[in-house]
């Protein structure tokens, strides 16, 4: 069923990331999960391909296949390394801000640099104080002139160490209208970056922390108007972070079935393979269905905001368009929680032998932990799916802000090796 989601420029799109996934990604992910050092080469190499500017327009050098092919990217190349798949969805993200907001002279300068994979650029919302609560946010940003000073902390930002272009959200005001976006470069004097800390898993992957100490940006780095940003930051978290981070976990869940059912073959046990013992018959079941159920909600989201065309760019006038921020949601909840729940099923299947690190069913673990807080942990998404069924639901960001740089897909198209 899930494969009627996808046409044949989809198909052929996911046979080249898989062979570069399994070409040339595998052989190095012994040595990520070893070293747990942040993998820079390998970064700028998927880069390179454009697969970052997977939504980006034509018109600035991007591949202009939306959504769903945005998907299917991202989930190949967590199949092999959950690290690199979280690498192109932080950039992804990073993107949108730039495709939403940006004016015609930033995306003329930045989205040509971000489909050629020269810039990696990034969002950087949370902080320490405020979490998930973005109206809780305590960095600011001061007018001074034709600059803005910016002075705070941002963390569990990702690709922290390998971006170029850090997409800011600052306080600039009182209340929800406070908040304003900015571009900031990589190399402005008064960011710094921390020490990298290792973390448990995505190793490979950066996502720590930028201090901003009286970071001086022209005001022409402002992305949209001022008291903007509380919108950049959701709108950039609902129709990409959500999406990007359901890829991710479904990548995951596609290993952990295709390596438990290797393990269920070549492992003996009372003179027969392993998947002749019921019980085991009965968690891969399991694992199956689940997986089954995730793809589903992957691809139909993805779809959903694929065929969301903006009619007027007038937002109250697109009140007859269906919003599917309920269904982006829900696919990042179930996907989130069914790779969770296989990670487990399957290391009870693999028992002591899970434990080794010369088996990867550890890591897919560990990795699949990584992708329940970020844009919104699985509470979060209960939340707000529980608004929508109570008609309570605010925001409809799939239909404000679906622009037409990502809104109509174009044919998909191999990249050359």
């Not at 990073?94 to 810039?119: M, N, S």
């Amino acid at each position: 069923m899930s494969e009627s989601f996808l046409t044949d420029h989809h198909l052929q799109l996911r046979d080249e990331v898989r062979a570069f996934a399994d070409e040339v990604v595998a052989p190095r992910v012994a040595d990520m999960e070893a070293s747990r050092e942040i993998e820079h080469d390998l970064a700028g190499e998927i880069a390179r391909r454009g697969w970052v500017g997977a939504t980006i327009g034509k018109e600035h050098g991007g591949m202009a296949v939306g959504h769903l092919a945005k998907t299917v990217i991202i989930t190949e190349l967590s199949r092999v390394s959950a690290a690199m798949g979280a690498m192109v969805q932080a950039s992804q993200l990073g993107t949108a801000k730039i495709v939403h907001f940006g004016t015609a002279e930033q995306k003329d300068t930045w989205l040509p640099r971000i489909a050629a994979g020269t810039c990696l650029p990034t969002i950087a919302v949370t902080e320490e104080v405020s979490g998930s609560h973005v109206l809780g946010m305590q960095m600011t940003a001061v007018r001074d002139g034709d600059d803005y000073v910016l002075n705070g902390t941002k963390v569990y930002v990702g690709n922290s160490h390998v971006g170029d272009l850090h997409g800011v959200v600052a306080r600039t005001g009182d209340g929800s209208r406070g908040l304003t976006a900015f571009l900031v470069e990589s190399d402005r004097p008064g960011l710094t970056l921390s020490p990298y800390q290792p973390t448990l898993g995505l190793h490979g992957f950066s996502f720590g922390e930028l201090v901003f100490d009286n970071c001086r940006i022209p005001a022409a780095n402002r992305l949209g108007d001022e008291g903007d940003g509380r919108d950049v930051a959701y709108s950039s978290s609902i129709l990409y972070g959500r999406p990007n981070l359901t890829a991710v976990a479904l990548g995951i869940h596609e290993a952990i079935l295709e390596t438990t059912t290797a393990f269920c073959h070549e492992r003996i046990r009372y003179g027969k393979p392993l998947h002749e013992l019921p019980t085991v018959r009965a968690k891969l079941g399991q694992i199956q269905s689940r997986l089954m159920t995730a793809r589903l909600t992957a691809y139909h989201a993805a779809s959903l905001l694929d065929r969301h065309r903006p009619e007027s760019d007038d937002p109250e006038k697109r009140t007859d368009l269906p919003s599917c921020d309920a269904e982006l949601m829900n696919a990042k909840y179930v996907n989130t929680e069914y790779a969770l729940d296989s990670a487990r099923t399957a290391m009870e299947i693999h028992a002591a032998a899970g434990l080794h690190t010369d088996r990867p069913i550890e890591r897919y673990l560990r990795d699949a932990h990584h992708i329940y807080a970020p844009a919104g942990t699985s509470d979060i998404q209960l939340l707000r799916l529980a608004e929508t069924a109570l008609g309570l639901a605010k925001g409809d960001y799939s239909r404000r802000f679906t622009g037409p740089e990502s809104a109509a897909p174009h044919p998909v198209t191999a990249v050359p090796a």
